[in-house]
């Protein structure tokens, strides 16, 4: 295959990249101000050590092992061959997954490490506060491994939840940027650990509020502003579809920013900064699989839902039992349900965007119910896949090195028993201190 540069694509997928991996960062900012003070740093090196060793891991092998099915080295549709580009070496440029598009390989594998490693981070929000860091890396390393890849696999690598998978008889499943790689898969994997690790000392008796909301905002606005690069970049060139799947991604956060807030409003009477940020952030993740394959109405519309389906699944973790500290499961998992689900009512391939061969419209727009039917088939595989592997991951874990810190280091703060640094000195002893009493 001949493969011609773009430099204009390859220079707009380098920003998109590097948009996207400000998002980690911005995640960092967003979880550590949700946490009380006393770990604050802890969330934060969460969110970075994801990165480092996620990225580490991708350019090893896990852009082989979720891209090189065109090599005909494709493992039962779960999988590629993990040593065809083993170091991202033995590929040419033809061989990119954005050559259709001018852009180089390396350029094509680096912006997908930055999904990987995004993915692994929104993991942490669900075990804020009493996961081991230790066990944490290893579960990162494990879970991008024998969860992310597969799943990335199968829904953009040509495996069983793509075109050419099990709903081929329906239609082409919609997923344009993560809605089921990312968002459900991340939220499912939350929900797990939650569960593994059970509920913090005091959940559901004493009030564990954020310490510090203008990092909440903070976080919220550089996710929002790099999540230009994640949708719109899922195009893989600077054209109208791109520019589609821009005014998507902003007007579905913006009505579901102001949709949580109506429901915080009318259900507690106060519209509140922390309301504010998780809408947004509720509005991302459900347009995510949507974003190019419907038309502003249809954003407009999974916006609203998302706004309000999110800020009541937030509450459920209280009436059914389970820690998830900092509400992945009820952003992550209930969003990004919502965004794949509703695509099947509201796809139209009249959205002056992007719309793939053998997909239907949705209900609403005249293509009866098998996009619909997909959408939720390809959903529940994905909640399936993630729970059990990454139930498997932690529980193993769990029966070995342990998962969860002691009491004693929960009480007092994870940041200055295992990091040995304060995020704030009126907190307690200052890294320097603890130093030199050692």
């Not at 054209?239 to 507690?268: F, I, P, Q, S």
């Not at 991302?284 to 394959?293: D, G, K, N, Y």
């Not at 009480?411 to 050692?438: M, P, Q």
């Amino acid at each position: 295959m001949d493969f011609t540069l773009d430099s204009g694509n390859t220079a707009f997928m380098i920003l998109a990249a590097s948009l996207v991996l400000l998002m980690t960062p911005g995640l960092a900012f967003f979880y550590g101000g949700m946490v009380r003070g006393k770990s604050v740093l802890n969330m934060m090196m969460m969110s970075f050590g994801a990165l480092g060793l996620g990225g580490v891991l991708w350019v090893l092998y896990g852009y082989s092992a979720t891209f090189s099915a065109g090599h005909g080295d494709d493992v039962a549709g779960f999988f590629s061959n993990p040593f065809t580009y083993f170091g991202l070496q033995g590929a040419t440029d033809a061989d990119s997954l954005m050559s259709a598009s001018g852009v180089p390989f390396l350029v094509a594998a680096g912006f997908q490490l930055t999904f990987a490693v995004i993915t692994i981070a929104l993991i942490s929000g669900a075990v804020a506060d009493r996961m081991k860091f230790n066990a944490w890396m290893v579960f990162s390393g494990l879970w991008m491994t024998i969860v992310y890849v597969p799943m990335a696999h199968m829904v953009w690598g040509g495996g069983n939840l793509g075109a050419d998978g099990i709903t081929k008889s329906i239609s082409t499943p919609i997923d344009f940027a993560g809605g089921t790689v990312v968002h459900i898969n991340a939220g499912t994997a939350g929900l797990v650990l939650a569960l593994l690790l059970g509920t913090r000392k005091g959940f559901g008796k004493e009030p564990m509020r954020p310490h510090n909301l203008p990092l909440v905002m903070l976080g919220a606005a550089l996710l929002w502003f790099g999540w230009f690069g994640f949708n719109a970049g899922s195009e893989f060139a600077a054209d109208g579809t791109a520019g589609r799947a821009w005014l998507n991604t902003t007007v579905a956060t913006c009505v579901a920013m102001l949709a949580w807030l109506a429901t915080e409003k009318l259900r507690d009477g106060h519209a509140t900064s922390l309301g504010a940020a998780s809408g947004v952030v509720a509005g991302l993740v459900a347009i995510t699989p949507a974003a190019a394959a419907v038309d502003s109405y249809g954003a407009i519309a999974i916006g609203a839902v998302a706004g309000i389906l999110c800020a009541l699944a937030v509450g459920l973790k209280y009436k059914l039992g389970y820690d998830d500290s900092l509400d992945v499961v009820g952003v992550h998992l209930v969003g990004g349900l919502a965004g794949t689900i509703l695509i099947g009512f509201f796809a139209t391939d009249k959205n002056g965007g992007w719309y793939p061969d053998g997909a239907k419209n949705g209900l609403f727009y005249g293509g009866g119910i098998d996009q619909l039917l997909t959408q939720i088939i390809v959903a529940a595989c994905a909640v399936l896949f993630s729970f059990t592997a990454t139930f498997v991951i932690g529980w193993i874990l769990k029966k070995t090195i342990g998962i969860r810190v002691t009491e004693e280091v929960e009480v007092g703060g994870i940041d200055l028993a295992v990091h040995a640094e304060s995020g704030y000195e009126t907190l307690g002893v200052g890294s320097r201190v603890v130093t030199e009493v050692k």
